[in-house]
């Protein structure tokens, strides 16, 4: 789980401009906006500022004034899941939107502009995973990585993985990871050699009610100690701290029941 922005910059700040098709911002869209920016204002550290207007109330939500991510409301005439959603870059949103839907992907919100937010979509791929594009205009995105609180991998958990990472590695340019891992169900998708996602296929292990979907992973320094930060703070665990090969890494939900992972990454 290694980061894949290009050219990094001292002090975990991101450079300015997402080469196509990594992850370049994430967002949350709830109910309760001002719940909501108490849970990760306490669990994170962010604090928030306001974001563009044309995604009704948004704000973005900072760290040391530099932003990591957006949290929306969602509209209440609509039933669709609280989620976190991956953002890929693109250099013509319009274009990758079109390739999207000729790869059997659809594109449910958008192309839009969003200020200085760039061009935005919301898709979600052949099996009914929901991810973004954003095409950058004065904000480019994510602007700090690597340190606690900030967006640190992206895992899409789907019935099969090989045919869904052709979806992604069509429409993003991505390519597979060479070598066999140790998960045959398991690939990690790439650019210019370098990670930025992965692609879990489970098969029928799949829970039926929520189908396949993106899990963002957030840094942070310690996870046991972030776990206990979420129990306090009315989240759930969903799966305990246990030790992996990239870190130390824990499952857990928002009180919204927005589903994120937390991951200590090896000293």
Not at 138 to 162: D, K, R, Y
Request: net charge negative.
């Amino acid at each position: 789980m290694t980061d894949a922005r290009g050219n990094a910059r001292p002090n975990g700040e991101a450079p300015a401009r997402h080469t196509p098709g990594t992850p370049c911002w994430v967002s949350l869209m709830v109910h309760g906006l001002e719940a909501t920016e108490e849970f990760y204002g306490a669990l994170f550290g962010w604090e928030f500022s306001p974001g563009p207007r044309q995604l009704g109330p948004y704000v973005r939500a900072l760290l040391d004034g530099r932003e990591v991510a957006g949290i929306g409301v969602l509209p209440p005439d609509r039933e669709l899941p609280v989620a976190w959603t991956p953002y890929f870059a693109s250099d013509d949103v319009d274009l990758t939107a079109d390739v999207v839907r000729s790869c059997g992907g659809t594109i449910g919100v958008g192309p839009l502009d969003a200020a200085d937010s760039g061009r935005l979509a919301i898709g979600s791929d052949p099996c009914g995973a929901v991810f973004g594009v954003r095409q950058a205009a004065a904000n480019p995105g994510t602007a700090v990585t690597g340190v606690p609180g900030t967006p640190a991998w992206h895992e899409l958990t789907t019935f099969e993985s090989a045919r869904t990472a052709k979806f992604y590695e069509t429409v993003f340019g991505h390519d597979e990871e060479p070598g066999i891992s140790a998960d045959p169900g398991h690939i990690t998708l790439c650019l210019d050699g370098r990670p930025v996602a992965g692609v879990h296929g489970v098969g029928d292990a799949l829970p039926r009610h929520r189908g396949p979907h993106w899990t963002t992973y957030f840094t942070v320094a310690d996870a046991d100690d972030a776990v206990g930060r979420v129990l306090r703070l009315g989240g759930r665990v969903l799966e305990p701290p246990r030790d992996g090969v990239h870190g130390r890494v824990a499952a857990v939900a928002d009180p919204e029941g927005a589903r994120f992972a937390l991951l200590r990454s090896p000293r």
